[in-house]
């Protein structure tokens, strides 16, 4: 990516620094910064607002439970492009803040082949070339990604209506409009699975920013390398012979 | 007060469940028949309009026609409009065509719009707008093929003509047909109307050279409960743009009443994806995990 920005990021991140504090104890890693967590939340917070906005207008089903939230179905109406846009805002910063780690390697092809190891659980630790994010992660960014562009291309359509765009225009735009929002409610479902029950330790990497070392060397072993500069299966090996087990509780 | 009735409900749109008190009375369906043939372009019944619907009345645009505005308002709901064609033997002919809400049996409007009762169509035909409801979004402007609803950036709602449904339910015409002196607007039942229609049309054919004459009621959209008696039927885009084959998106046939739903169900069933995956295959944890207990017979689940 352009040197502007990284510069940009780079700026970003000390600003934020400044404001939040990273907090790293001992035999812990720091995952996110301040202004990624910033940007996470922000992005959460206008997604959620979006998307329940949008459900009382999706389905006939649901609009009479879910538009009195926000005031009734013509508020709901005049605030769910607003909510849109500031997703599509704090989301923009965070591809820019994320694309680099983002960008798709041959680790990643082969992880998707072995997609079924890692759903059905067979695979306890990650192979050894698994970086800073996932193959699985980085596909739900870049679904995000191609998603925010259809969500702006067709929401604009959709906000001004009939008499700027055509009327074939607008109920085509409507129909992609949701099934964009459609794959980004089954992502969402899968993402808060893994970053909470389903993947223990993984939400404070976006609370606090920092992660345990294990989760590190189990889940994301070559970033582990490379922060720490050891050998991530060295590191298993040791903890096993120690005796360090983790909390299966947890 | 024998001839006082109510409107009863056939259609809601974006209404989950039956209608309320769907059957309970039997109504004809009624219809207004324009006869563009005999209509002078005089406007009573676009004053009417706005008189009963008492609505603030705008300014007017001149184009250098007879046409008070390129197209209908949400305060003027009710528009002639004005073209002035030229037949294939280079002779002048006046097309003024009333344009207003052509009430679809089908109607596109209350197709695309996802408020819960804010578009309902009665029994007797009149599609109407119940603007408590309408969330303002102009969907329905993009389900309507005759371009009638229209935004009111005031109120944000959306309005279009009612044919009257006030007068219609208490057993009146509407104000449009009260208005016209020429007689050629009609109201009545959907078969009388059709009835008087054809006839008109066979009678300009006979007796008046229009050989193309005929009746205005497309059945792309099930029909129409505003019929136009055309000189030339085959052309009804002349007539200010009139379609001749109007639709509804299909989007909103197939997408809204079929696909929504059913999709919808498919993510819940990933909200059931991700909860059975917890409890059948587990978390996975860092690593590494205690070694797992040897299965003893006291310590079968």
Known sequence: MGTAVERFDEKAHHAFDKIGRNEVYQGELLRHRVYTRFLHWMVALWFFLALFSGFGIYLPWLFRWFTPIFGGGALARSMHPWFGLAFVFFFGLQTLNWIRPMMWTPADTRWMRNIRQVVSGKEKLEPPDTGFFNAGQKIQFWEIVVGCVVYLITGIILWTGAHVFGRITVAVSYVLHDISALIMLGGIFIHIYLSTIGEPGTLEAMTRGAVKESWAWTFHPAWYSNVTGRDPKQAYDEAVRAGRWEDPRS | ?301
């Open chain 2, 1 to 301: 007060m024998s001839d006082r009735r109510t409107l009863q409900i056939k259609q809601m749109s974006a209404h989950p469940g039956p209608i309320p008190g769907q059957g309970v009375q039997r109504d004809y369906e009624v219809c207004k028949l324009i006869d563009t043939t005999t209509c002078i372009g005089c406007k009573a019944c676009e004053v009417a309009c706005v008189e009963w619907n008492d609505m603030p009345f705008g300014e007017t645009t001149f184009d250098n026609t007879y046409q008070t505005m390129p197209e209908t308002r949400w305060n003027f709901w009710n528009l002639i409009k004005f073209n002035e064609h030229q037949r294939e033997d280079g002779t002048i002919q006046w097309l003024m065509r009333k344009d207003q809400c052509m009430h679809c049996a089908d109607p596109g409007c209350l197709r695309a719009c996802p408020a819960d009762g804010a578009i309902v169509q009665y029994t007797n035909g009149i599609v109407d707008f119940q603007q408590e409801n309408c969330i303002g979004c102009e969907f329905c402007a993009s389900g309507c093929p005759f371009n009638i609803p229209k935004f009111n950036q005031t109120t944000k709602k959306v309005y279009k003509c009612t044919l009257c449904s006030d007068r219609v339910g208490q057993g009146l015409e509407p104000a449009c047909i009260k208005a016209c002196p020429t007689g050629c607007l009609k109201f009545g039942s959907k078969d009388d109307m059709k009835f008087i229609a054809n006839e008109r049309a066979h009678q300009l054919k006979e007796n008046f050279g229009y050989d193309k004459a005929g009746v205005y009621d497309p059945q792309s959209i099930g029909g129409t409960h505003v019929i136009y008696v055309l000189h030339d039927a085959t052309n009804p885009e002349a007539y200010g743009g009139l379609p001749s084959n109007p639709q509804v998106p299909w989007s909103y046939t197939i997408w809204k009443w079929l696909a929504k739903p059913v999709l919808g169900t498919f993510a819940l069933f990933g909200l059931l994806g991700v909860c059975l995956h917890y409890v059948m295959v587990g978390p996975r944890r860092p690593q590494p995990e205690p070694p797992i207990k040897e299965a003893t017979d006291g310590n079968r689940g």
